[in-house]
């Protein structure tokens, strides 16, 4: 079984394997993990394979695209033609979209076989995955742990080897965290960065869909088929996309990295800073520059971030009233009763909670003193990063300050949930782009992640630090086994 996407893809253009045969090994793959990890809330075997058909003819007719014939899970809230679209939620359990997301016509065009539906927190609000309304996903090295999430089943699935690549969405960690929790690298593009046509909205002024991979590399080669601007979606920038792959083999001499005090300031795990300690010296001794930086706003984005998330949060899921998007089995005749029995019955107890403070921060009386107050410690945030960036290339520290947690451990505890955010809502409250790199693992074997955070537009830098520290380690070449009952 290939675990990357640059071994399969060798062998797929050499016909040792034929797409058809890679698609089945997927499939093979998810029937083994699925009973231990419950990554996809669907698996579409049939249009895969059909569509991987088509591919062989292309690879034998030598008009392969970058990622003919490579299976690619694609978190529900993504739409996608082929199966459902739930955004794991019972409100949308029945809905099936009629056009596909841009990201998932870019990848069709480039030959990615879509293979399902990943498993995530309902609506992407979370960081456990366990506020899916199909159940948790579990993490692949240690079933009673969490995936991590939101994109909790993306991360999973390519963990396990189930998929060669996923998409996942990320608006305040949500394909960071559960790539440190889980071991593979994933990256939140730049605000702007990927179109967002087709996915379902948490929070507008934060969402970006990223890719998620075992490598750096293969990381990078999905990024480059969906990165760029689309005229369906008005907020993706238009800025110049780089020759991603080109950035991959360069050094880091010379490079500049900032170290946030901060980021080592809280309850972090001892384990977790000595592995991310360890990465650092790596990268200086890569060539690389470290310097002690200061962002004393570190601690102010949790709560400007989840003011504002829940603030658009409740606005976005305003058209989830139970008439459109898919029948539901409702009782109530009269119109707000039919909404109030849809919402109160459908929507989990995340989602309400968030429509319930976003309610309450954008109602009249209370604007001023939450959300305006919550824009303007964005603006500042902003601004301190801006300004370390005038004296650093790249931001280096821990994804998170802890491991992957047990399951339960802070379910019924949001507080504690919003606070294992704590160390990847800085970068989403500036909108900068930030990958998770896997940094080794804990001493009961649990991964760690590295994050790197870069200025606007400056994936390139993220690629190129991250595959030269890779490269140096043998972390990604570690899988985890299929757990034995
Ligand atoms: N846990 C965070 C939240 O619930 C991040 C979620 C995400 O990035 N989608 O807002």
């Known amino acids: 079984m290939f675990n990357t996407i640059k071994s399969a893809r060798a062998a797929l253009r050499n016909q040792e394997i034929s797409a058809m045969e890679l698609t089945r090994q997927s499939l093979d793959q998810i029937n083994q993990w699925e009973p231990h990890i419950n990554a996809f809330n669907e698996v579409l075997p049939d249009t895969a394979l059909t569509a991987a058909g088509e591919q062989d003819e292309l690879i034998i007719a030598n008009k392969a695209g970058p990622l003919s014939g490579l299976p690619i899970s694609i978190k529900d809230v993504i739409c996608t033609t082929e199966g459902h679209t739930t955004a794991s939620s019972k409100i949308l359990a029945n809905f099936t979209s009629p056009y596909d997301a841009t990201v998932v016509s870019r990848l069709k065009k480039a030959g990615a076989i879509i293979i399902g ?27 009673d742990k969490v995936s991590g999430g939101s994109s909790g089943g993306s991360i999973a699935s390519v963990a396990s080897g189930e998929v060669l690549g996923s998409l996942g969405t990320d608006t305040g960690g949500s394909i960071r965290l559960p790539a440190s929790f889980c071991g593979v690298v994933g990256l939140k593009p730049t605000y702007g960065r990927v179109s967002r046509f087709g996915a379902i909205a948490y929070a507008s002024s934060f969402d970006q869909i990223g890719p998620i991979g075992h490598t750096v590399a293969d990381t990078a080669a999905i990024f480059t088929v969906i990165a760029g601007p689309d005229s369906n979606d008005a907020t993706s920038a238009p800025n110049r996309v780089a020759d991603y792959a080109s950035h991959l083999g360069r050094d880091i001499k010379g490079l500049t990295i900032g170290i946030p005090g901060e980021y080592f300031d809280t309850a972090i795990q001892p384990e977790v800073a000595a592995a991310i300690k360890a990465a650092l010296a790596e990268l200086k001794k890569l060539g690389a520059k470290t310097v002690d930086i200061s962002l004393p706003l570190t601690w102010a984005a949790i709560p400007a971030y989840y003011i504002l998330v829940k603030a658009e949060a409740s606005s976005n899921l305003a058209r989830y009233d ?40 954008l109602s009249a009386g209370y604007f001023d003193a939450w959300y305006k107050q919550a824009a303007k410690v964005r603006v500042k945030i902003r601004r301190e990063f801006a300004a370390a960036f005038t004296q650093v290339d790249l931001i280096a520290g821990p994804v998170s300050a802890e491991t992957a947690f047990a399951k339960g451990a802070k379910k019924d505890d949001p507080l504690a949930m919003y606070l294992a955010d704590l160390l990847t809502v800085p970068a989403s409250v500036a909108g900068l782009p930030a990958i998770s790199v896997p940094a080794g693992f804990s001493q009961d074997h649990l991964p760690i992640g590295l994050q790197l955070i870069a200025p606007p537009f400056q994936e390139e830098l993220l690629f190129q630090t991250a595959h030269a520290y890779e490269q140096s380690q043998t972390w990604w070449q570690e899988i985890p086994s299929l757990p034995s009952s």
């Open 117 to 143: 539906k990943a498993n995530c927190d309902e609506f992407a609000m979370g960081g456990s995955n366990e506020y899916s309304s199909f159940g948790p996903v579990s993490n692949p090295w240690q079933i």
């Open 322 to 361: 139970g008439l459109r998007y898919g029948q539901l089995d409702l009782s109530a005749e009269e119109l707000i009763a039919r909404y109030i029995e849809a919402r109160g019955r459908y929507f989990g107890p995340e989602v309400i909670r968030s429509l319930l403070m976003g309610t309450y921060t």
